[in-house]
């Protein structure tokens, strides 16, 4: 009744003001407004991801280099990367260091995730602290670390020789081959523990109390309530995190390039840095983007398993 | 009649005469402008008094000048961007190959820098090396960075040592040194100051890396030999094995905290260290570079020359701001002066300048008898030589060498990796 | 009864001792960093120093020679600006999107939902190098503009994806009443979704602004020189001239370019906590 009422007014005004209001329904209507709403960041997608991305392919399938044009010459670039000394030991350096400081972060992870449960005083403030190292700019945190383990003055190796657990001076930590590579996934260790910490002290904090309690009645320990209550409840949001970091840190960049730069001798190289050292310092264009291409099965697998397990509820 | 009337009357009646008549400057509403993009400066004094003489040129010639500075690490990037879109500043800093790098992109400065080779002696043979490419100047030479033999002068009086002169000397007074606990600290690892040691090194034996039509792999040959096997003994007697790992600050910080007792760098680390007031600061010295057994002296330089990009729309202007800069004695020396010895100027009759006065450790900056070269000398630094010197092909082979690989198989495996690149 | 109390005691302080080593860990590089920018040249160079605290004098020169001699002014001032326009423009087309997602149905919702929620995945350390190509046809090629265009490529997908949890917790009934009371859409969203959903808008303009802030991939590629670039390519790259590393005003630049992070995480802390929180657990 009240729409015949206003299709009365409306008949009885003038024509622009009808204009407007058609316009007014037809925004109204979800098939016109969701698609509007959704265009903007549509567009922004496909023009600066989805078409970069067909650009990073088609660069990898040709001999591009800085100022002058290119030639198609199919998959000789990824064909000749594995020729390549410094391709690798970067293949290499990327699997050890993701998987290592994905293991290391999951078990501390779950440890502090477990204490922060805990009844705590200054509660606020501990969780605070913790956070810390996640939220402060990666490439100027980093620098802290690059001047921790300075050839000459690093505090570390002053620390373990007053402990008496190193023989002076202390290794040279981002000169020699593993400790550059240790170090660098201490880095990225101390700037991703906060996020696998906080996430899954949320999943814990999701935990029904009911659930232990009863198993506490039931005789159970504390190990064995953490091992057939907790690890079991915790899976879906330890698969995201695992899932999320994997990809982070398979395409990590800040830390590598501010700490070592790729070295000792490329032993600490990942993808990424490796990428923009041949595609931008030295202008091999198509070289650089094949090898940042070797980010796409990783990325892949990532999102297919995303999709597969956890998505279906959300989207 | 007002001011706005009477200069419309002028364009109108236009002419010489009518701006003789009122005096104002021809330029009015054309004025001429470039824009220079120029490196972090080592010295931070020098980039304040470059922007005092843009101002004066300014001035003095009515073109407008804007001078952008940036890190050294990110020039390459910020040039093949300019390159690519065709656009931004004028005149660019080119340092050591980069004209061979931009050729086609770059002005041929010939005749600029011959007026300024006729004031001041022919330029430089690292200079010459660097920014002729191809018999056309593709950049003028301004100034130059070299590697010079840094010591503890205290500390070789002290033992009564001998200045080395050439680098058997050096071995002999270095096995002296690291008895004392002040090792001698040449770096073997990938950086930038290995290459500068292992270059004069193998120079001043007669050896090179590639042959001059840059093109045939000459690493292979008896000298090389002899430069691993001196790498080797220096290793074993005169050197610890933390320099495997250095960076190219690690040697500046071992002399200037007390450790090194010779390195080769250059003059950075002494001006540091008092600047810093170091304790060390009083005892370091800079001697000649060192010859080989012929006498050859050779030395690493870090030339810097300033290029035009072709697709500049105001080359006349920037030339103008080039002679203005160096082509004018008493301007050039200014600007050689603010930097405290870290840029010397690139041209043969000013090599003894009155700034190696200001400091008695700068004696021996003059360098009597000593020839500069760019990495990869003597082949024209064309990409894949270039290529060669940032793959650290040198380093690794003497790295693996000084630490159990036999010299034959380490210079076969240099040797290899050239050539691949050579082909490739 | 009061030995169990005992017992729960000990345990608490148990507790907070294992946290002690997490803490440490956490904090002592900042700890570090903040000594030695304040520490003289002299007791930072000296190889016989004890490196955890300062001995000598206290000193600022770190800090002024960092403000007067280098362009950090400039770079803060970059990084302000293109983090504060980045997040704005993300937050407005994230809104629409997520109101839009989570709300209505038209054609593709479900595939549009996952097509933004991948290029969240995608690495900027892929993109790179095709983007700065882009960026230089484009005519931003080392500007700071560059960044305000590409920073929402990761900033949109994470916005929209936090927004349509906290659309989706508001009660449909209130906005259909709205509806049927002859609101538009429209202005039901601007007048009745989006104040009940503030503190997730809160959230996601924090994040996208810590975000845009501590972005050093792009910043690096699209921006080089001096007044461009932003406060950690800046920090990073500037101070180090050759081979002489001013290491006092690399840690007074990595103090003062860390510090409006750090106001907006000391006041907004609690939306930091479940930022990161509903992505993992709501998702």
Redesign the interface.
Known sequence: MAIAGAGVIVAARPPRFRLRLRLREWLNREEVLGPLFVTPALLLLLVLVAYPFCMAVYFSLSDAF??RPSQFIGIRNFV?LWESDAFRQTFQNAFVFTSIAIAVKLVLGITLALLLNQQLWFKRWIRGAVLLPWVIPTALSTLGWWWMFN??YSVVNWTGIALDLMDP?GP?W???KYYAMTAVILVNIWRGLPFFAITILAGLMAIPKELYEAAEADGAGPVRRFWYITLPLLKPVLGIIILFSTIFTFSEFNIVYVLTHG???NSTHLFATLARQVG????RIGEGAAISLYLFPVLAFVVWAQLKSVRREVL | MNVISRRRFLTRTGGLVGILATGIPPALGQQRQISY?CW???A?ASDKKLAEIGQRFTKDTGIRIRI???????????Y??????Q??HDVVEMRMHFPW??EP?LVDVSDLVRELEKKYGPALSSAQETAMVKGVWRAVPQYR?FFVATYREDLFKKAGLKVPDTWEELYTVGKELKKMGHPVGIPI??NY?TISTAGPVLWSLGGKEVEKDGKTVAINGPQTVEMVEWYKKMYRDCMEA?V???????N???I???KAGWVH??V?AYI?ARN???DTADGINHHRSLAGPNGQRHETDVPRHIGIWKFSKNVEPAKEWIRYLLGKREVYDEYIMSGDAFNLPAYTNLVDHPVLKTDPKFAALRQEGVQFHCYGWPAPPSDKIQ?IT?S?ILP?MIAKAVTGTSTKEAIAWGANEMRKILI? | MASAKRRRGWRKIGIHLLLVPFLIFALFPFYHMAITSLKT??EM???KAVPLLIKKEVTFEHYTKLLR?SEFMTWAKNSLLVSFLATTLSLVIGTVAAYALARLTFVGVGGLGTAIFVTYLVPTSLLFLPL??VV??L?L??SKWALVVTYPTFLVPFCTWLLIGYFRTVPKEVEECALVDGATRIQALWHIILPIAVPGLVCAALFAFTLSWNEFIYAL?FT????EITASVGVT??L??????YWGQLMAGAMLGSIPIVILYVFFLDYYVSGLTAGAVKG
Do not use: C, M
Request: proline residues 5%.
């Open positions: 800085i100022g000749n050839s000459l001076p040279n981002l000169g020699q070295g000792p001798i931008l310092e030295t202008g | 993009l972090n400066n080592f931070p952008d500075h940036i890190a050294a690490p990110q020039q390459a990037a910020k093949a961007s300019e390159v690519q879109t656009a931004g790098l931009y992109q960075t690892s990938q100051d933390e495997l790992s250095w960076n190219d600050a690690s500046n910080e071992s200037q905290q007390g760098n250059p950075s540091v810093r007031k170091l290529l940032n650290f690794n490739g | 040249d002299r160079y000296d190889r001699d700065a190509q230089n046809w005519g090629g080392d590629t080089s020189s001096s007044d790259q500037e180090i001239r050759g081979d002489i590393y």
